[in-house]
Structures are given as structure tokens and as C-alpha cells.
């Protein structure tokens, strides 16, 4: 999993609850993305990094947000959240530009 | 933006027969096209990508083609076998840049022996 790990692994929380969950990387990968898989609609890009504090919008961004404060993580939050949100998110990492993107476990959230 | 489709969404074959799992691109640009295979609880995995300046590369079983003036790409599997069965998605560059990828919505590829 080129030495990416997410935590939490599951998770279930209430609705209108925040929620952050983690990317930690060992890699020293300069781009990091988290995405969401639901069934029907495949991979969907949310958010990704492209350095320490350089974030930018993906597919799939209303109602997350994210901070990269060191090269090693990367943080994805829900302000608030909602059902829609029950999904399987995944960490991914790069080394550059139209590159491979390596993988975490993934994280199963549940929004109740 | 970069659109990606991918056909079909599942595809059941017998061991030995070959599969064929296809993407059309929106962007004319792309210049990256990759292929994951995700096993069941587990995350996506590079199985073999292309670039835009060759039509065809092949690694053991596998192989992957690029039509450019069509603008799709395709994944073909030979001999499959049981342990192929898996979710297979396509990938392109999001934009440009090239600073992330979008995937297809993904085929689950059933092979029974």
C-alpha cells in the first residue's frame, strides 16, 4: 500500500456531526487525493493536494474540506454529516504529475 | 473537464476466454491512461497504463490499447482465470496538469471455472 494508512478504518456517526478523517503517508509523496466509492458510481475525486497547503477541488466537493499542514498527511473533514456522505473514502498518494496513484485500505464511513 | 466512461459494468466469463473492458476520454490533451484492478476490501491497484505516445503495451496477460482519434482505451485480458475477478477501473488525467486522476465508474469481471 505504499505505506499509506487511514484511519479511522470504520467508522459510523451521527448526521450533523463533523468528522475528519486521516491520511498518513511515509512515502514523501508530493500529491495526495482522497476520494469516495459508492456503488454506481465508481471512484470520485473530492479533493487533492499538490504540496504542503496547496489543496484544490475535485468531482465530488460540497460539504468537505481538507488541510495538508505537513507532507505526510493529509486530513479530509465533513463540517456536518449527512447520509449522503455514507461512503467507503479513499487516501491515494503520487509522485507527480499524470503518475501512478497508490492506494490506502480505505476508510468506511456510515452517517446515521 | 475530463470525462471518462467505461463499458461494460460487468462482464461474466468462462476461464481460459479473454475479456475486454473499454474507456472513452473526453480531452483530446489526456495523456495518461491507466488501469486498476481492486480485489474485494481492499483499494485499487495499478495493473498497467499507457501514454498517449504509443497504441499498445502488453505485460504478460494483459494488455492495453489507445485509439486516439477515437479516444478510448482498452484493457484485454487473455487466458483469464479465477483470480481475475475483480473490479477493473480506467483512469485519466483530471485536467491538463495532470495533477490528479478520474476514474470510470468501474466493471466487476466475474470468471468461472
Known amino acids: 500500500d505504499a505505506g499509506i494508512t487511514q484511519s479511522p478504518r470504520h467508522k459510523v456517526t451521527e448526521t450533523g456531526t463533523p468528522v475528519t478523517l486521516r491520511c498518513h503517508q511515509t512515502e514523501n509523496h508530493r500529491y495526495m487525493y482522497w476520494y469516495r466509492q459508492d456503488p454506481g458510481h465508481g471512484l470520485r475525486l473530492i479533493h487533492y493536494s499538490y504540496g504542503v497547503k496547496d489543496t484544490d477541488k475535485g468531482e465530488v466537493s460540497d460539504g468537505y474540506s481538507v488541510s495538508r499542514s505537513k507532507t505526510e498527511d493529509f486530513l479530509l473533514t465533513l463540517e456536518s454529516a449527512t447520509s449522503s456522505q455514507t461512503s467507503v473514502y479513499f487516501c491515494?498518494?503520487?509522485?507527480?504529475?499524470?503518475?501512478?496513484?497508490?492506494f490506502g485500505q480505505g476508510t468506511r464511513l456510515t452517517v446515521v | 473537464g475530463e470525462n471518462v466512461e467505461q463499458h461494460p459494468s460487468t462482464l461474466s466469463v468462462q476461464e481460459g476466454d479473454s475479456a475486454v473492458i473499454k474507456c472513452t476520454y473526453s480531452d483530446s490533451a489526456s495523456n495518461y491512461f491507466p488501469w486498476y484492478k481492486q480485489e474485494l476490501g481492499k483499494g485499487p491497484q495499478l495493473i498497467i497504463d499507457i501514454r498517449s505516445n504509443v497504441g499498445e503495451k502488453k505485460d504478460q496477460r494483459i494488455a492495453v490499447t489507445l485509439n486516439k482519434t477515437a479516444k478510448h482505451f482498452s484493457l484485454h485480458i487473455t487466458e483469464t482465470q479465477p483470480e481475475d475477478s475483480a473490479v477493473y477501473f480506467c483512469a485519466a488525467p483530471l485536467n491538463q496538469a495532470g495533477t490528479a486522476l478520474i476514474f470510470g465508474k468501474g466493471t466487476t469481471l466475474s470468471v468461472s471455472s
Open positions: 491515494a498518494t503520487g509522485i507527480g504529475k499524470a503518475t501512478e496513484a497508490f
